[in-house]
């Protein structure tokens, strides 16, 4: 799931709300500076990440996903059916407040990410499948979260305006606009591919570092909010079942495991 669309979507059930601890109060308002930063940041990883991403992808491959879209067709089930229900079944179970509830939804609503292209880089999956089940499903989003949100969120406040256009826009830019660079170093200039993915794979390893602990400085005051114990089963579950249940129905539809694994994150 993308970190900048359930970022945007909570900021919105969040906004100007305040947590307290040993009797000071921390304004989440306060943090849009060191935000700012972190996002710029991340935006340059991500583009540095997806230009090399791109020179792994071939453009006769792309074509055929598109031309036969049936695992396209299963993964955009298992984004907007199974991991939905997944999230809401969750949170009745756990008995979460509204907000919490709420917070878990839009993470299962949300469409994938660019997370998933890198750990499909890392397990040797199809990148051209899962770069076109990014697309496809953030396009999608758009529709299907306001839908999703409107059936399983009746009666939780605050969600009128989660749904976080703005941030499903940028995903698609910063995934296509890089891809299609990378793509065309790897169909033009072959031998220059295999030096941008070591580069860019390397500068993505030291980044994400960085990043943590810029991530972890920002939020020192806050993250002890999030470590209740339903928030670490439901971390630790929705993932996990999701996953499950996708790679299940990908099997049952013929998909090969090679196939299936290429994006289920």
């Not at 030096?195 to 002890?224: E, H, P, Q, R, T």
């Not at 470590?227 to 990908?250: D, K, Q, R, W, Y």
């Amino acid at each position: 799931m993308n970190a900048t669309e359930v970022q945007t979507g909570i900021a919105h059930i969040y906004s100007r709300v305040n947590a307290s601890r040993n009797g000071s109060m921390v304004y989440l308002d306060d943090l849009s500076a060191n935000n700012t930063v972190i996002d710029i940041f991340t935006m340059g990883i991500l583009i540095i990440t997806m230009i090399s991403l791109g020179c792994t992808m071939e453009i006769s491959k792309i074509k055929d996903h598109v031309l036969r879209p049936r695992g396209v067709a299963i993964a955009l089930v298992s984004q907007f059916g199974i991991m939905p229900l997944t999230a809401f079944c969750l949170a009745k179970i756990l008995q979460m407040d509204p907000i919490k509830a709420g917070t878990l939804l839009i993470c299962g609503c949300s469409p994938g990410g660019s997370l998933s292209n890198i750990f499909s880089l890392a397990i040797k999956g199809d990148m051209s499948l899962s770069i076109v089940l990014t697309t496809s499903s953030s396009f999608a989003a758009m529709g299907l979260m306001p839908l999703l949100l409107y059936i399983y969120c009746q009666g939780f406040p605050g969600l009128e305006k989660a749904v976080p256009y703005a941030g499903i826009t940028l995903t698609l830019v910063f995934t296509l606009v890089p891809c299609a660079m990378g793509i065309a170093i790897n169909h033009y200039k072959p031998n220059y591919s295999v030096v941008v993915k070591k580069v860019g794979l390397g500068i993505l390893i030291v980044s994400s570092i960085l990043l943590v602990i810029m991530s972890c400085a920002a939020i020192k005051d806050l993250i002890w909010t999030a470590f209740t114990p339903e928030n670490l089963v439901a971390a630790a579950l929705m993932p996990l079942i999701g996953f499950i249940l996708g790679f299940v129905l990908s099997l049952i539809c013929g998909l090969s495991a090679k196939y299936v694994n290429a994006h289920w994150i």
